[in-house]
């Protein structure tokens, strides 16, 4: 419940006008040419990402991820997400060798499918909740390393893994070769609104289940 609150003070917050907000969508079925699943010919749809939202709130001081995938997180398969942030410095770019040499990042989050989350030793707020996932990132939890004018502008994507080892266990990038910041462009507005629309659809969701449990 505490991380609902959380999220869902958060997402007011947003509403209330004091943030920048962003989201891209990823196409469904557009696993790597380089990716090998587990089990030959079977792609888990959890491991396929189809829209990333990053907001920035000036009052909270934090970072709100929302991500859907092309099927519901399965906890009892494989996998787990990194989240590669680029706070101005973009100095670590290794997936040259799978096509995708413009995905840069200086510090990353690991969120597991059950919505342990973590970055740089600190502990995260996550939810996962059928194909969505939320993690908030107090920017406190960040080090500015380049010169990038705020939090607003720093560089995201995000990448589902059915391992951690090889860069052929990586299943997709959202965006494709590219990062973004949560800064939006105005065409961005109507593809943001629709993502955390979705997310608030997530989380009314899991209100209900829990309620339904108590």
């Given at each position: 419940?505490?991380?609902?609150l959380?999220?869902?003070?958060?997402?007011f917050?947003?509403?209330?006008?004091?943030?920048?907000?962003?989201?891209?969508a990823?196409?469904?079925?557009?696993?790597?040419?380089?990716?090998?699943?587990?089990?030959?010919?079977v792609?888990?749809?959890?491991?396929?990402?189809?829209?990333?939202?990053?907001?920035?709130d000036?009052v909270?001081?934090?970072?709100?991820?929302?991500?859907?995938?092309?099927?519901?997180?399965?906890?009892?398969?494989?996998?787990?997400?990194?989240?590669?942030?680029?706070t101005?410095?973009?100095?670590?770019?290794?997936?040259?060798?799978?096509?995708?040499?413009?995905?840069?990042?200086?510090?990353?989050?690991?969120i597991?499918?059950?919505?342990?989350?973590?970055?740089?030793?600190?502990?995260?707020?996550?939810?996962?909740?059928?194909?969505?996932?939320?993690?908030?990132?107090?920017n406190?939890?960040?080090?500015?390393?380049?010169?990038?004018?705020?939090?607003?502008?720093?560089?995201?994507?995000?990448?589902?893994?059915?391992?951690?080892?090889?860069?052929?266990?990586?299943?997709?990038?959202?965006?494709?070769?590219?990062?973004?910041a949560?800064?939006?462009?105005?065409a961005?507005?109507?593809?943001?609104?629709?993502?955390?629309?979705?997310?608030?659809?997530?989380?009314r969701?899991?209100?209900?289940?829990a309620?339904?449990m108590?």
């Amino acid at each position: 419940m505490r991380k609902l609150l959380l999220c869902a003070g958060v997402v007011f917050a947003l509403a209330a006008g004091s943030a920048s907000a962003r989201t891209v969508a990823d196409p469904t079925g557009d696993f790597l040419p380089s990716f090998v699943p587990l089990v030959p010919g079977v792609f888990d749809p959890d491991l396929d990402v189809t829209s990333l939202s990053v907001a920035y709130d000036k009052v909270a001081n934090a970072f709100l991820i929302g991500a859907t995938f092309a099927g519901n997180v399965d906890p009892s398969k494989p996998g787990l997400y990194v989240l590669g942030i680029d706070t101005g410095l973009g100095a670590i770019h290794p997936f040259g060798g799978i096509g995708e040499p413009d995905v840069r990042f200086d510090q990353v989050a690991v969120i597991q499918k059950n919505g342990l989350a973590t970055l740089s030793g600190h502990t995260l707020t996550a939810t996962v909740s059928g194909d969505s996932l939320m993690l908030l990132i107090p920017n406190q939890f960040l080090i500015p390393t380049g010169s990038k004018p705020g939090p607003q502008h720093y560089g995201f994507n995000l990448w589902p893994r059915n391992g951690l080892g090889n860069n052929n266990q990586i299943a997709d990038f959202a965006p494709q070769n590219a990062v973004f910041a949560a800064a939006p462009e105005p065409a961005s507005w109507a593809l943001m609104l629709a993502g955390f629309g979705g997310l608030g659809a997530a989380l009314r969701r899991r209100r209900a289940m829990a309620a339904a449990m108590a």
